[in-house]
């Protein structure tokens, strides 16, 4: 079975940018990582049942999803948020993700990135993928400079990623619970490996106004 490969914090964190916009993420050739935080009754018919349904209630509505593992622990206050006490790993396609990349339009505005603030804005209105970018976070303490990605998905997008894009799922809240107890004590704390995942199509990069070279 697939599973999640482990470092220290405190090896992993000096190999991360500082600031930037970048999306750090496990991957491998074949797919990308990301987490979902859903009830603990969702999570064992995900698990249990190998469906992801439980996952969307709605598939008009944004369906939610990140790849950075600090930011998505401090969101949902490492599973202990109401309806995100259980926390899932999925393997998703990577040719997938980078469909998904391509398809996505930012919910805010950059100069450069559309040919007005009108074209982008009927992007937006109009697409089934759209990316956002927030605060990332250490395990404790204040914000970092560095943003990390979250992906929403809605309509045919989310339909494919519930019924058929996703290869493999793992429960890891037992694992998120116990590294939840070293958040003040980095040098005790345990985090998946994470790299920057790299974006090879320049007008992609550029639509998601992603940090190329992150400053010294």
Known sequence: MTRLRFKPYIDEAPTWPDRGRVILAQYDAESVV???????????????????????????????????????????GWATERGQRAVLALWLRRDRFDE???EAVPTHFTEGAFASREAWQEALDSSD?????????????????????EIGL????????????????????????QQAQF??????????????????????????NLTKRVPD
Do not use: C
Request: a positive charge.
């Open 34 to 76: 990301v987490y979902e935080a859903l009830s603990r009754a969702a999570a064992r018919s995900v698990v249990q049942g190998g469906r992801l349904d439980a996952l969307v209630e709605d598939f008009d509505r944004m369906h939610w999803f990140g790849t950075s593992f600090t930011w998505f622990m401090r969101r949902t």
């Open 100 to 102: 998904i990349l391509r």
């Open 129 to 149: 993928v759209r990316a956002q970018w927030a605060p990332d976070f250490p395990p404790h303490g204040p914000k970092l400079n560095r943003k990390a990605l």
């Open 154 to 177: 809605r309509g045919e997008m989310l339909r494919g990623y519930v019924t058929g894009w996703v290869l493999a799922v793992e429960d890891i809240t037992s694992f998120v619970r």
């Open 183 to 208: 958040v003040e004590m980095p040098e005790l704390l345990f985090v998946p490996a994470q790299d920057i995942y790299p974006v090879r199509d320049e007008q992609v990069a550029a639509r998601l």
